[in-house]
Nanobody, 123 residues
Framework: QVQLVESGGGLVQYGGSLRLSCAAS????????MGWYRQAPGKEREMVAT???????NYADSVKGRFTISRDNAKNTVYLQMNSLKPEDTAVYYC?????????????????WGQGTQVTVSS
């Protein structure tokens, strides 16, 4: 049983900072990419930032220069440092583990999602 547990969300003022963490637990063989997505009320879920096992990163244009994603492969954990937060960053943030394998069998691979953590930025 694989679980992704997020933490670090909350309420912050405009211009403030938050750090999200997501730890994947269970009998994990390897994880390809890990990332953060968000969904605001009435909007579709969108990619915020992703990082591969080799730490190649990708960011949404709206967060470049403000957010930093990092990963600890040994701990199967991904972080999102969010600085200079704006009200438009308000959303539920979801952790994603893509290409997670439970064994060396390449057929034993799927994506997993966390339960989400609320980030609210007040103006």
């Amino acid at each position: 049983q694989v679980q992704l547990v997020e933490s670090g969300g909350g309420l912050v003022q405009y211009g403030g900072s938050l750090r999200l963490s997501c730890a994947a637990s269970g009998s994990i063989f390897s994880i390809n990419a890990m990332g953060w997505y968000r969904q605001a009320p009435g909007k579709e879920r969108e990619m915020v930032a992703t990082t591969t096992r080799g730490r190649v990163t990708n960011y949404a244009d709206s967060v470049k220069g403000r957010f930093t994603i990092s990963r600890d492969n040994a701990k199967n954990t991904v972080y999102l440092q969010m600085n200079s937060l704006k009200p438009e960053d308000t959303a539920v943030y979801y952790c994603n583990a893509a290409g997670l394998r439970l064994s060396s069998n390449w057929n034993d691979m799927r994506d997993y999602w966390g339960q989400g953590t609320q980030v609210t930025v007040s103006s």
